[in-house]
């Protein structure tokens, strides 16, 4: 079956806010959109090129990725339904967006309705049990839980997982936190002091900068100025983070890439859609009230036991590849070959 992957593109020459508005605003996305172009077979079909539907027999989208209650389905993606008529549009992967696990969460009535549309011509891939849970009491049942596609990219970067088993360390450690967007709190101004005390590094996801009214503090505001690092190409990204041994955050992708690199994370957990992937991988996490700044980084390291996940990953794996076989949807020849020897 032809695939057609709904994603933009940008040219690495492009100015600076033109790369970031094509991402969507938060360069996390580029785990998420690299996973589906290098492990499922698809061509792209950028904003502009709807004309290219009528050559594809079916179709993938990202754009449920971020559901709050209040989310509509974009007035794009309701035309491509119209347009792609009875060939499937499947989403990888659908995500709820909820402070706690809030279980009297409601769809907006239009996104209920897509989501339906959809499921009446394939299987939809969701993030977590919470979301499947909260779809499931809305009457959209047609789901399958497969995580974050991102995680599913660890074969084309590593033959196995030992990497992961080995004695834990924090000698030159990289972090990252969520978006400097508004107001600060005290539990932000303190966790921002200790990475600037501890850390080597910082990864950033947006252009939101620390500003003096968001953070008082000259010294700790340069020295993210010196070690904040943006990237808009996965290779560089995990390249860079080859040289640290040891990743903590609240962001989940931030933390994915340095396991692509061969680093261990522990992932700070702060809302249900962190929390609903880190279950499901078995990943090792803590919630943010947890994270002592009393303790040295190398407490922080140990607490990265990946026993857990590197005993589901394959079976992970499995239900991975198993979806997309469910929807005709075929690998990569280059993730076949490297899953097949990770596989052994």
């Not at 080597?200 to 690092?229: C, I, K, N, Y």
């Not at 390249?239 to 340095?258: E, I, K, M, P, T």
């Amino acid at each position: 079956m032809k695939a057609g992957f709904f994603v933009d593109t940008y040219n690495h020459y492009t100015s600076l806010s033109e790369k970031y508005d094509s991402i969507g605003w938060n360069t996390g996305n580029i785990l998420f959109f690299e996973a589906i172009k290098k492990t499922i077979d698809c061509d792209i079909i950028q904003s502009l090129e709807d004309w290219k539907m009528e050559d594809y027999d079916a179709f993938i989208t990202t754009e449920f990725i971020w559901i709050q209650e209040s989310t509509k389905p974009s007035d794009r993606l309701l035309n491509r339904i119209k347009i792609a008529k009875n060939r499937p549009i499947i989403p990888i992967s659908v995500g709820l967006q909820s402070d706690g696990f809030n279980p009297d969460f409601t769809l907006q009535p239009e996104m209920l309705f897509a989501l339906k549309e959809l499921e009446s011509r394939c299987t939809l891939a969701v993030r977590g049990e919470y979301t499947a849970e909260t779809l499931r009491r809305h009457g959209v049942t047609n789901i399958e839980v497969i995580g974050c596609p991102s995680m599913y990219q660890i074969p084309l970067y590593a033959d196995n997982l030992d990497f992961l088993a080995k004695e834990p360390s924090a000698e030159f450690t990289t972090a990252n936190y969520r978006s400097f967007y508004g107001e600060l709190k005290p539990a932000d101004h303190q966790m921002l002091q200790y990475i600037a005390t501890h850390c080597h590094g910082f990864s950033e996801q947006t252009l939101l900068p620390l500003t003096p009214a968001s953070m008082p503090d000259s010294q700790v505001r340069q020295w993210f100025d010196r070690h904040t690092h943006l990237f808009f190409d996965l290779e560089s990204w995990v390249r860079h983070n080859s040289r640290y041994d040891f990743s903590f955050g609240l962001r989940f992708h931030g933390n994915v890439a340095a396991i692509l690199a061969g680093v261990r994370s522990l992932f700070i957990t702060f809302d249900s859609r962190t929390r609903e992937m880190t279950d499901y991988f078995s990943l090792p996490s803590i919630g943010a009230e947890e994270f002592s700044l009393e303790s040295p980084l190398l407490e922080h390291a140990q607490r990265t036991d990946y026993s857990s996940f590197i005993n589901v990953y394959k079976d992970r794996l499995n239900i991975f590849t198993g979806f997309l076989e469910k929807n005709s949807l075929g690998l990569t020849k280059e993730y076949g070959d490297r899953l097949s020897e990770f596989r052994g």
